[in-house]
């Protein structure tokens, strides 16, 4: 399974944690110490960004983008995993 609740990567020490949203959705809200990648940047341009020995936490908005995107980026032999719910989930446990 790629994915994780937001209770459990409380849980996590300094996870690496991806906001797959445009950097105008980022900059209006995000989970502290995210990092803003937009989707299409990621998708294109992995190998840029990724590392195949970290395991990297990936957002967007509701949970769908970034499992999507996330199991692509698996496929390729990284290690993500998909935040359940995306941030409208975030907001709601805080």
Do not use: W
């Amino acid at each position: 399974m790629n994915t994780i609740s937001f209770a459990n990567l409380k849980m996590l020490d300094n996870p690496i944690i991806i906001d797959i949203r445009d950097n105008y959705s980022y900059n209006i809200s995000h989970i502290k110490n995210s990092l803003n990648i937009p989707y299409y940047n990621l998708l294109n341009n992995y190998s840029h960004y990724l590392n195949k020995n970290n395991t990297y936490y990936l957002y967007c908005e509701e949970g769908k983008q970034s499992y999507e995107i996330s199991k692509r980026l698996n496929s390729f032999g990284y290690n993500t995993k998909s935040i359940e719910g995306g941030l409208l989930a975030v907001k709601m446990y805080n």
